[in-house]
């Protein structure tokens, strides 16, 4: 064997020692480490899926509150006028309920629905909306 192959011979054997080394297997973990990934990962997953909540709870509430001034603004207000106000009014109720069973204050509920009930333009519906519709969670 010559001395460039026994040169390949070790780097080979060496880079495949450092490739196990520096990149553990899963299953050569300890299991607290295991454990704490696992925790990490569901409370990523549940703070995302509260913020989500939350967003859908904004979206609803703004289009309640655009809702509501298109019925006050009205002078001949119709029964589905009223009945797409009470029906935003429900979805953003339905939608906080959701939000605090997700694992969401109220504070922070309470605060986001108001944001979104007084932003009521269309560049802000639009972000409002965005911001839900990027609010996605893997299972």
Do not use: Y
């Amino acid at each position: 064997m010559g001395s460039r192959e026994q040169m390949d011979l070790l780097s080979h054997a060496w880079c495949n020692s450092a490739i196990q080394v520096f990149q553990p297997s899963v299953d050569a973990c300890p299991n607290a480490f295991k454990e704490r990934q696992i925790v990490a990962f569901e409370n990523d997953k549940m703070r995302a899926e509260v913020h989500a909540a939350i967003s859908v709870a904004g979206v609803a509430a703004a289009l309640a509150a655009i809702a509501a001034e298109n019925l006050e603004a009205n002078q001949h207000k119709s029964l589905r006028d009223t009945a797409v106000a009470s029906a935003a009014a429900l979805v953003a109720a339905q939608c906080a309920q959701v939000a605090e069973a997700a694992g969401a204050k109220r504070e922070q509920i309470s605060s986001a629905i108001d944001a979104a009930a007084t932003a009521t333009d269309a560049a802000n519906i639009f972000t409002l909306t965005a911001a839900a519709a990027t609010c996605t969670t893997t299972q």
